[in-house]
DNA sequence: CGGTGTGAAATAATTCACAGCT
DNA sequence: AGCTGTGAATTATTTCACACCG
């Protein structure tokens, strides 16, 4: 009966700092908020980009623009990682990839286990490699016999029964869930158990987990209720005054 | 050349006011954070659970626990669309349920579109109903000449070019962007060409949008780096220090 | 009582604006 | 001259705590 804190959409509360201790402690990158680790990833992708292109410079407002954000919101971003730009003239492509890589721990591979093979479960497994930068499937679960035993793009099917087994074995990290929803607590106790400490979870349910247990949740029927309620209220601006969205006049095409 | 205001994870900025004149508009809710409606969402999911088991009052400590908030959130929350639960007994279930709905904009049937047929692309339009109440998939886009013409779940798939013709046409709301990278800003123009203004985006790019249209991200990548961050901060903790997360030490189950 | 609704306090995230480096 | 890094101000969100009501 833990509390579940999950974090879908908006974010935990934020990064525990290292220690009370003054004196002891590392000089690591302390309490990243997680908004910005969200951002992070974002600029890397943008990093990447720019790289292909021979790029080998972007001032923060040029990086800023093509990832969606105000360039303020990105320098900081990046001071919380201990950025190192060089004033006058902008960030270095290269050195700078690299620096979010290794922040976001992706120098090290993680291996990631999925379990649930239905509709969506079948296209995130056929993923194949998750946009590029590896995050390799190595683990495949499901209930259903007729799915165990066979392979998807080169990956067994196990049971779910096995996880504990196979996930150690695999040295899984991150989790996924695709699992139909009366299932998926029981899978994801099944990963907490092989010692899988970070999870994503597609199923609509709240996870119960311990608290070392990092949950995000991916729910697509939010999401598009979210954007329902946003067509409501245009449609309720609309109708009666006359500025909508943020004290604008709504704009004919 | 518009900046992107994009909401993935993050909320967009918050709601704007209604009007600016202190005697007319609606008595309607005003100013719902963006945080809020997120978890609107799932307190509507929770309210039909218990409306399916016959519940028909909860109290805002019960709803909270499952839906893994606390219950100052949650009551907060209900505050900002106007709930009406009884003092000293908690919410009705059906009512409470009702008004969500509505509040959501989930009375009037929302039609969705869905551009891009490929691994994920038909995931997503063979999900049925996304998790029961209704956000009807009633047009699919692809280039592929191999895709176009062929039915899935029913439904024709047409060619990208007849975006702006079949979404007027079936009253299109939403549209959700399943392309590859390259090819999600073509869409997502076209989209809005045909006046679609809520737009959910799986593709791995910041989409250039007018100011009027609301853009929702869902970037897999994203949340597997969110969760690699992770991970390597929990190795991180662990090598060096003892305690880890929020100042207790790390257990071993 | 028991539980809601909500001001006020606390915390987190964003933006401003400018000193300081190259 | 240009652009980073960052304190300080602002804004958003969460939590507290308690008056008030059924």
Redesign the interface.
């Known amino acids: 009966m833990t509390?579940?804190?999950?974090a879908?959409?908006?974010?935990t509360p934020a990064?525990?700092?290292?220690?009370?201790t003054g004196t002891?402690?590392?000089p690591?990158a302390r309490a990243?908020p997680e908004?910005t680790?969200?951002?992070?990833?974002?600029y890397?992708?943008m990093l990447g980009e720019l790289a292909e292109q021979g790029t080998d410079t972007v001032s923060s407002d040029e990086l800023a623009?093509?990832?969606?954000v105000?360039s303020a919101k990105l320098r900081k971003d990046l001071s919380y990682v201990g950025s190192h730009g060089i004033r006058g003239v902008g960030y270095e492509v290269g050195p700078l990839l690299h620096h979010l890589e290794s922040?976001?721990?992706?120098t090290?591979r993680?291996s990631?286990a999925l379990v649930g093979i239905g509709?969506?479960g079948?296209?995130?497994a056929?993923?194949g490699g998750?946009?590029?930068?590896g995050?390799p499937v190595t683990a495949l679960f499901d209930v259903d016999p007729d799915l165990v035993g066979i392979k998807i793009n080169g990956i067994l099917v196990d049971h779910v029964r096995d996880i504990p087994h196979v996930c150690r074995e695999r040295d899984v990290?991150?989790g996924m869930i695709a699992t139909p929803a009366p299932a998926a607590q029981g899978a994801c106790d099944l990963l907490?158990?092989a010692?899988v400490?970070?999870?994503?979870n597609f199923a609509?349910v709240?996870l119960q987990v311990?608290?070392?247990v990092?949950v995000?949740k991916?729910?697509?029927?939010?999401?598009?209720?979210?954007?329902?309620?946003?067509?409501?209220?245009?449609?309720?601006?609309e109708r009666?005054?006359l500025?909508?969205?943020?004290?604008?006049a709504?704009?004919r095409?």
């Open positions: 509390s579940a804190p999950q879908g959409p908006e974010g990064l525990g700092e290292a220690a009370a002891g402690g590392a690591a990243v908004a680790v969200a951002r992070l990833a974002v890397l992708r623009a093509v990832c969606g105000n922040t976001l721990g992706l090290h993680q990631v509709n969506l079948h296209a995130l056929g993923y998750f946009g590029g930068r995050f990290t991150i907490v158990r010692g400490s970070c999870i994503l609509p709240v311990p608290e070392q990092e995000r991916v729910d697509l029927a939010v999401e598009l209720q979210i954007l329902s309620f946003h067509v409501a209220r245009r449609h309720l601006a009666e005054g500025d909508a969205v943020n004290g604008h709504v704009v095409s």
